[in-house]
């Protein structure tokens, strides 16, 4: 299996949607298509997504006539591309509501309810929402931002700087470590009781994605890592991270928590995994992340039970 295979099996992959990149350039066309019956918009409002007011565990796709019933005139929306006939549209509702608002559910639940086509355009409308909240102003003079060609740039409106701002996307490694039959698992403080994850982190400035494995691994565990191998990457808007998936060998066994960023680390065979997964003392990371595909990959090569089964068997609730 190669690398885009191995990607497309991960959530928010899927790669069925047109983003129609030169359609952007034409402010015409896009009016024209924001315009078209079959056009579908959804609410993102500060990171949370509008829900059907009947369903709340669906996605509300609105026509433009139930876009002004629901949320009355709004100026912001980000042209996301077509899928079939149907043209798609983030609408940003971070100033039309107070803060507060009913009727909006999280990414990582609706995820798991909906297709991959439909949660990768709600990953992809959640990440350029983000965005543009964060770059109303510019970075080089503090002037105020327009959104541009179809919401995919936003300008700086002071004519003696005039910058041009893109949609940002921050690297982040993260990554399964195995040493002989055993994986390594860390937990942060702050996670919910028992759940344990990959490493991850960002990629520094300056560096490898390969170099940012081999040096958060030596930071959070104290394990030294001698082989890095790619598996596949996602997207993770929380609120605009790519997570580039690997696997690596550790040349050493011995954990020591160097940055504190970690409140535990463990090696786990195969074995020892579905039996703490049997008895809570294990939580996987959500089943919707790249992190638990690493874990699945390594797990299922050599036992009897894949990992999606033991966490059935013993109803383990991703959250
Ligand atoms: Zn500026």
Not at 38 to 50: L, P
Not at 96 to 103: C, M, Q, Y
Not at 258 to 285: C, H, K, M, T, Y
Request: charged fraction near 25%; charge should be negative; hydrophobic fraction near 35%.
């Amino acid at each position: 299996m190669d690398h885009l295979q191995r990607s497309r099996l991960n959530l928010l992959t899927s790669h069925l949607l047109d983003r129609g990149a030169l359609l952007r350039l034409d402010p015409e066309s896009i009016a024209e298509r924001a315009a078209d019956q079959r056009a579908r918009f959804i609410g993102i409002h500060h990171m949370r997504i509008a829900v059907d007011e009947q369903d709340p565990g669906r996605p509300a796709w609105l026509t433009s006539r139930e876009v002004t019933d629901r949320f009355g005139q709004c100026e912001g929306r980000v042209y996301l591309g077509e899928a079939g006939q149907t043209p798609y549209f983030a609408l940003l509702l971070d100033h039309n509501l107070p803060k507060s608002s009913e009727g909006f559910s999280g990414l990582r639940s609706l995820a798991r309810e909906v297709s991959n086509a439909e949660a990768t355009l709600l990953a992809y409308a959640q990440a350029m929402a983000a965005w543009h909240h964060r770059y109303r102003f510019c970075g080089h003079c503090g002037g105020a931002t327009q959104p541009d060609q179809g919401g995919h740039v936003r300008l700086c409106s002071e004519v003696q700087c005039g910058a041009t701002h893109y949609p940002r996307t921050d690297p982040a490694i993260i990554v399964l470590v195995q040493r002989g039959s055993h994986a390594l698992f860390g937990r942060k403080p702050e996670w919910p009781p028992n759940r344990y994850s990959t490493i991850a982190g960002f990629v520094e400035p300056g560096e490898s994605a390969e170099q940012a494995v081999v040096r958060e691994v030596d930071e959070e565990t104290g394990i030294d890592v001698t082989a890095v191998r790619y598996h596949s990457s996602q997207p993770w808007p929380f609120p605009g991270s790519l997570m580039l998936g690997y696997h690596a060998q550790a040349g050493s066994e011995r954990i020591s928590l160097n940055d504190q960023e970690l409140e535990d680390a463990i090696w786990l065979s195969r074995e020892e995994l579905a039996s703490r997964i049997a008895q809570g003392l294990f939580v996987p990371p959500p089943s919707i992340s790249i992190s638990f595909r690493l874990i699945e990959d390594w797990f299922d090569q050599e036992s009897p039970f894949t990992l999606h089964t033991v966490c059935q068997k013993n109803e383990v609730e991703f959250f």
